[in-house]
DNA sequence: CCGCTGACCCTAG
DNA sequence: ACTAGGGCCAGCG
């Protein structure tokens, strides 16, 4: 990955993440270097939250919740977008066992 | 420069 | 499943 600004590898990641799977702030923080700051990424988000190319309803914390979902047009909204991904829920949290997926760091 | 804030995460109880 | 405390990095007043 080059080295870009914050905010760019942040959505350089999150754009990388397939449809129908989900992944997490942690795992993305660690993949752009800044270990224990997973806020930091969804801060970046929250600063594109409206960018329709950047799918940041796909990023969910490591519980499988989706914390982000209040900074949407409805609260609902996220989770209805990853169902109709077909992405499985468990109560209130995503099935993270079957749609998780990490990023991989490559040029 | 200081202090507050935050779409988080870890550990402990 | 719950709460509480500490750490984390970048922006903003």
């Given at each position: 990955m080059p080295d870009k600004d914050f905010f760019e590898k942040v959505f350089w990641i999150v754009r990388q993440i397939p449809y129908g799977k989900v992944s997490t702030y942690g795992h993305i923080g660690e993949a752009i270097g800044l270990k224990s700051s997973a806020r930091m990424v969804g801060w970046a988000l929250n600063s594109v939250a409206g960018d329709?190319?950047?799918?940041?309803?796909?990023?969910?914390?490591?519980?499988?919740?989706?914390t982000g979902k209040r900074y949407f047009a409805t609260p609902d909204m996220m989770r209805e977008m990853l169902e109709a991904e077909g992405i499985e829920f468990i109560g209130e949290h995503v099935n993270m066992e079957k749609h998780l997926w990490v990023p991989s760091i490559k040029e």
């Open positions: 329709l190319s950047i799918p940041c309803h796909r990023v969910v914390n490591r519980n499988g919740e989706l």
